[in-house]
């Protein structure tokens, strides 16, 4: 069995998990956030794997950035960095997890698997479950019992049930769980709340900028788990967390240039803030520019990262900026880099049909054709080797990355592939993304580099 464990300093964390999706860790994590933000504890939030909806929210509960941690994505090196780079900013820092407990890029079953799990067993922090108990009364506490069991390096150090109906469903929760679970606490019960609910699309959450109320609904939030749940006994169950001390921040990926312009608004909002504070760490400039209100990149920047977003709501109104199209490929015609991710990708072809099955003329930089309208999900960690040397770095560089997007590949090439990629499992996927001249991209966010074998 593979164990990880980081080395260093001490500090202070707890995971919100689940047992599935859709239990409610994002609305009590929020709520936990914002509720301790306004106590004036000084939090931080992260976030489990590879997500960037979640932790703008994050950000917006408690005025800071979260950081993403990926135990299956990152090196040692890297987590253990992001780690304390938190230790030496806040006291506490609350973790929400992804997907259920268990569930992971491998079925290892261990702190290689990439799981929420692994991520509790290599930092040491406790595991604080949310259950749905909406549609159950004592088979809550089973699931409590199993969950608190499976895995010995993972503490579960207690539940929270969620969407529980009144005084006698509350009743047979506790009875339960001190006949079936006794050694597993209960810090809560949370009654359904309508009131809380934040509004979905075909990549999760609708994003938290584009939210006009966000900060009352935040503040309801913060109100709701304050009532209900036994915060300070939370807080008690933080134990120290093995990270190292501050240091410049880690390089996931190389720098593309000196000097970089970032696409960033809601069409291109998937960036991790820990590629771009790598990038200033590693002594480049970092600019941004907005595609949606026409602007082009610095004409000063020697490299432009499009990251990814949703090109495809608003592929009408970026086919009409000629100002930004028009910077791409001046851009490109002075062999600036230029690094399209997913919906950046997508920019970078020629053309872009939307949902309504309108096609849009898009950079024209890479011979691709996409589609929003011809839709099938797209998912899973990646395994990336560079085919070539390029922006990203010399040939046979390699990344490990996610793949999400519904849009569809009509036409991909002819041209030179970007990478060769394998899922999670060491499956061949074959050839993947495009490169001509400095201009590459591919349907991959890349996360971070891929340690040597044997590390």
Known sequence: MTTRTLTGLPGSGLIIAAPSSGS???LITLGLLRHLRDAGI????AKTGPDYIDPAFHAAATSRPCRNLDPWAMRDHTLAELAGDMAANADDIICEGVMGLFDGATQSGDSSDGSTAALAEITGWPVILVIDASKQAASAAVIAKGFADHRKNVDVAGVIFNKVGGPRHVEILE??????????RVFGVLPRN???QLPSRHLGLV??????????FLDKAAAWVGEHLDIAAMRRTMRPWPVRPKSDAPVLIPPLGQRIAVAKDDAFAFAYSATIDGWRAAGAEISFFSPLTNQAPD?????????GGYPELYAGRLAANWDFLEGLQQAADKLKAIFGE?????????????????RHPMACLLPLETSFAARKLHIGYRRAVLAKAGPLGGART???GHEFHFASVIEEGPGLPLFRCEDASGRELGQMGLADRRVVGSFIHLIDLEAPEGT
Do not use: W
């Open 24 to 26: 409610g860790k994002t």
């Open 299 to 307: 004409v000063r920047a020697d490299a432009i990262y499009l990251p």
């Open 194 to 196: 309508d009131d809380l």
């Open 207 to 216: 994003q938290a900028r584009e939210h006009n109320n966000l900060e009352t």
């Open 42 to 45: 000084d939090i931080i939030s």
């Open 398 to 400: 390699r990344f490990r």
């Open 342 to 358: 997913c919906g950046g990708y997508m920019v970078l072809g020629h053309g872009l049909t939307d949902a309504d099955g309108r």
């Open 175 to 184: 009875q339960a769980m001190a006949r079936i679970a006794p050694d597993t």
